[in-house]
């Protein structure tokens, strides 16, 4: 059987021993309405052996109020499908179907789509599925669909969703009395391909039934979401939903979006994605919605999504139940002006790691919950190997402990740094700050607004790794653990935070911490002003408290309460870098409260000095009620040649013993 021409209405069996099929076109345009039932094509009477092949040009619909269905009949052998274009801008078109227990399933032995790929148009303001707490629900029934029901697919022409438009392959009924019409797919591979997901539209593939134990992989290629919404409803946003059986593995090659796009992302094992990146900056103030949802689909367990690099510009990004986004590199925010962003934990064993370094290119950045969807009163994790990002002009660089509703959240925010020299180097710098979430204009109110939502920040870094936060806005409520590596903070009363707001406790367990210092900036060659470090308490257990001398200046540590040490510390030790010293001038290290530090004598201090000249210094601690100074000289040349000759009157000594 073949054509040369449009069929514009179909409702046939194609029967007999005809194996071939050529047919230019298929056009759905008729809106008869003794037709409403739509047109359905199937090879029947063929046999159970027998591999019928069907060639078309051009798969064309336009029309709501029409169905096409081109099936295999549950009892022939088999049906190849080759399709060079489809192209729809309305109506509901199956590829394939699930049949039935009695007769088999219906589903296509193969389909191919040529170069023309696939573009479903969709009607414009048409709203199809979306994803709610990982599950599949659909808005409109099946008039803007694309069904396909094939063992095998496989197309070299993009695919694009566009209008409502949904493209599903689907599961399908087995039939264990008929061997030959099992549900046996083969891997969905299109990772030669763009599928592009636009306003409304959504992508999804079922596992296979369950009496079929097959993996089935599913690998995309570049997948770009240009669907965008403005709202809290599902009007506009793109889905997708990925269900592979039996472990199967979810691999997309490059996730894509548009400025503004919304994607909502359910799947139910782990996913690897090797790039993510927007095509431009969030640009609408008012789109808060605008970003992914990733969620495991209900009763799949927990799962990643692990993610090669990332530079994306996403108001929102959500990690719901059971969700892991591991990023293996750099994870980069950037956006326009000082528009904000949020990093949602929605759920107690989700959690955010970032094996590299997170730059933050954005104006404020959110890390918390959103309480207004459910109750949060866990601990919502962080984990990045450093924090990079240079202060921009006109954005306030802060990365902040966030809730919708301060007055209802409980639970704090925690961010550790994790990161080996190997992965993000030796030096870090990060010219904004780290805060509780507060809007407010004093004391009082800060302490009032969101208590239960304090920051906790942990350095775990390598030994070899320095972490500097150099913006003025530092304060939060939380603990400060440092454990391995150095930190470097300005936190305190200036011009930028006018609260004189510190940090909560600290705990020295390693590594060390101290304020900000000279050439702590992104470009070594810009100096920022000598810092202050306010912190509540500070217990020291091991490690070395930082200093930095420049000058006139030296770096200062504040300690608003208690100042200890743990079980088993012995003297304090402070680990000084030398710019520049004035011999004989007093540079104050340390302050604290009136009787903080009675227990403690100068013996209790010492000091290693790093930098320009140091090994021709010495140096002697003051303490006071108050705090801790340090003076320096160089030593006279006098005291040299006293040096000098007792040393000779000593090799003198030796040489004479040896001689005896």
Not at 143 to 155: A, G, H, K, P, V
Not at 297 to 325: D, E, M, W
Not at 540 to 551: H, N
């Amino acid at each position: 059987m073949s054509g040369t021409g449009t069929m514009t209405g179909l409702n046939a069996a194609i029967v007999g021993s005809v194996a071939t099929i050529n047919i230019d076109s298929i056009g759905v345009t008729s809106t008869d309405a003794t037709r409403a039932g739509g047109w359905d094509m199937y090879n029947a009477g063929m046999g159970s052996t027998v591999m019928t092949n069907m060639t078309l040009n051009k798969i064309e619909m336009n029309s709501l109020a029409r169905n096409l269905l081109i099936r295999k009949r549950g009892s022939s052998g088999g049906l190849n499908i080759t399709v060079g274009t489809v192209d729809i801008t309305k109506g509901q078109l199956s590829l394939g179907n699930t049949g039935s227990t009695a007769n088999g399933p219906e589903f296509l032995t193969s389909l191919t789509v040529g170069s023309g790929g696939i573009d479903r148009k969709g009607v414009a303001g048409a709203v199809n599925g979306k994803i709610t707490g990982g599950s599949w629900t659909e808005a409109i029934g099946n008039e803007i669909l694309l069904d396909i029901y094939t063992q095998s697919f496989t197309t070299t022409g993009n695919i694009s969703l566009n209008n409502g438009s949904m493209l599903r392959f689907k599961d399908s009924v087995d039939d264990p009395a008929r061997a030959y019409n099992r549900w046996n797919p083969e891997n969905l591979d299109l990772s030669a391909v763009t599928l592009t997901i636009g306003s409304g539209s959504g992508f999804r593939y079922e596992k296979v039934g369950a009496s079929v134990n097959k993996k089935v992989d599913v690998h995309l290629g570049v997948v770009k979401v240009t669907a965008a919404t403005t709202a809290a409803t599902t009007a506009n946003r793109g889905v997708m939903a990925i269900d592979t059986s039996n472990g199967g593995t979810i691999t997309i090659d490059r996730l894509e979006n548009t400025a503004d796009a919304r994607l909502d992302f359910s799947f139910n094992n782990d996913v690897n994605i090797t790039r993510m990146e927007s095509l431009a900056a969030t640009v609408s103030t008012a789109n808060t919605y605008q970003g992914y949802t990733l969620n495991s689909t209900p009763g799949s367990g927990a799962h990643k999504v692990i993610v090669g690099s990332a530079s994306v510009s996403l108001q929102r990004i959500t990690l719901g139940t059971g969700v892991t986004l591991e990023v293996t590199n750099d994870y980069e925010a950037f956006g326009s002006g000082n528009i904000w962003q949020t990093i949602a934990i929605n759920a107690s064993d989700a959690y955010m790691d970032v094996k590299g370094k997170f730059i933050h290119n954005a104006g404020l950045i959110n890390i918390g919950a959103l309480d207004t969807l459910n109750p949060f009163s866990y601990t919502k994790s962080f984990k990045f190997g450093a924090l990079s990002g240079a202060a921009e002009a006109g954005k306030d660089k802060r990365l902040m402990s966030y809730t919708e509703s301060a007055t209802t959240a409980t639970g704090n925010v925690s961010v550790e740094l994790t990161g080996t020299s190997a992965k993000v180097g030796t030096r870090n710098v990060f010219e904004g700050s780290l805060a509780d979430m507060s809007a407010s204009t004093t004391v009082e109110q800060y302490n009032a607004l969101g208590q239960n939502m304090s920051l906790a920040l942990t350095v775990n870094m390598g030994a070899d790794v320095t972490q500097v936060i150099s913006g003025k806005k530092t304060y939060y409520r939380g603990d400060t653990t440092v454990v391995s590596g150095k930190l470097r903070m300005f936190s305190g009363a200036n011009s930028a935070n006018l609260l004189g707001l510190g940090i909560g406790d600290v705990y020295l367990q390693g590594g060390g911490i101290g304020a900000t210092g000279a050439m702590d900036s992104a470009a070594e060659s810009e100096q920022v002003q000598i810092g202050i470090l306010s912190v509540n308490n500070l217990e020291w257990s091991g490690g070395s408290l930082l200093a930095t001398i420049d000058g006139e200046n030296a770096s200062l540590i504040q300690v608003r309460g208690d100042f200890t040490k743990g079980a088993g510390a012995t003297v304090f030790n402070f680990d000084i870098d030398i710019a520049d010293i004035i011999a004989g001038r007093e540079y104050t290290l340390m302050e604290w409260e009136s009787g903080a530090a009675a227990d403690y004598m100068e013996a209790d201090f010492t000091a290693t000095l790093f930098g320009n000249n140091a090994a021709n210094y010495t140096w002697e601690f003051s303490k006071n009620e108050t705090g801790l100074g340090i003076t320096f000289a160089i030593p006279e040349p006098s005291a040299y040649a006293a040096l000098f000759g007792a040393l000779a009157l000593a090799l003198a000594a030796l040489r004479r013993r040896k001689s005896k």
